[in-house]
């Protein structure tokens, strides 16, 4: 049976029913060129905090601070300049008046403004003299005193009712307060020659229940704002050359004992202070300045 010509001539012209394969696909771009490694400066890859060791752990030495106590008679000018300073530079401290009670500068030399200590706020006072007579105490420096004191702790503490060796957990923000907890110093300065000695009297009264050693400094420094920032740059000085010693001593002759006033390291810093205030009264002579070794 012969096929139909135009049966053949249709199929010949008819598409083909298979699709055709897609094109493949352009090449990814080129990506950027690889990051060549990070030049690093000598040392760069050392830890910047020198305090830390291998295993994550802060050196005791390298990041050991004394703990400090400011004193003067009204915890108000001299001291809290001293607590200040030491604080900014991250001291634990600690400050307090020897008065019987804060006397400040009234409108006369008869009529002092007179508050308790322990239970009165720098802010209450501020705001009272503030309401008294803001002319007056501000130009004579009170208001301005009174302002930085509000900003370093709650109010006047008096030294001879510290109880020494008892922690302290009410002041966490008071400047200086870190390392203070334990509610003992090793070095008390005073500002004036009449409260070291009541220091020293309180001192003895006491009977030294803790056994701990304290060195006791006073610099004697003038009742008066300019004065008092002069003394704090002074206090600052003794205090980074004592902190120095004592790091001196505990990395030779190991730390063990130290928080309790024990150990070689503790009594090998205990026998360069004296020499070590020596030099530094060479360095502030207008300064005049005592010392002994007492305990808590």
Not at 123 to 147: C, H, T
Not at 191 to 218: F, K, M, Q, T, Y
Not at 275 to 291: D, N, T, Y
């Amino acid at each position: 049976m012969s096929t139909d010509p135009r049966l053949a001539r249709a199929g010949a012209s008819r598409p083909s029913t298979t699709p055709q394969p897609p094109p493949p696909p352009p090449p990814p771009p080129p990506g950027p060129p690889p990051l060549e490694p990070e030049e690093h400066e000598e040392g760069a890859d050392e830890v910047s905090d020198v305090a830390t060791t291998l295993n994550g752990q802060r050196d005791p030495n390298t990041d050991f601070r004394l703990k400090f106590c400011t004193v003067c008679a009204s915890n108000q000018n001299r001291s809290m300049e001293g607590h200040l300073v030491l604080a900014a530079a991250g001291y634990p401290v600690i400050s307090f008046g020897t008065g019987s009670l804060v006397r400040l500068p009234g409108p006369s030399i008869t009529q002092p403004n007179v508050y308790a200590f322990n239970s009165t706020s720098y802010d209450s006072i501020y705001r009272e003299l503030e309401a008294k007579d803001a002319r007056l105490y501000r130009a004579n420096g009170v208001l301005n005193m009174i302002d930085r004191n509000r900003g370093v702790k709650w109010g006047p503490e008096r030294w001879q009712d510290w109880k020494v060796g008892v922690p302290r957990l009410n002041h966490p923000t008071d400047k200086g307060s870190i390392g203070a907890e334990a509610g003992v110093a090793d070095v008390v300065i005073t500002c004036e020659e009449r409260c070291w000695d009541a220091v020293v009297d309180d001192l003895l009264s006491r009977g030294s229940p803790l056994n701990r050693p304290v060195h006791l400094i006073n610099i004697d420094i003038r009742d008066n704002h300019e004065e008092a920032l002069v003394g704090g740059k002074a206090i600052l000085d003794l205090a980074n050359t004592l902190n120095a010693a004592a790091i001196e001593a505990r990395e030779t002759k190991g730390a063990a004992g130290w928080n309790q006033g024990a150990g070689m390291s503790r009594t090998g810093f205990d026998e360069k202070v004296p020499e070590i205030l020596a030099e530094w009264q060479e360095r502030w002579p207008q300064l005049p300045a005592l010392w002994t070794l007492a305990w808590f």
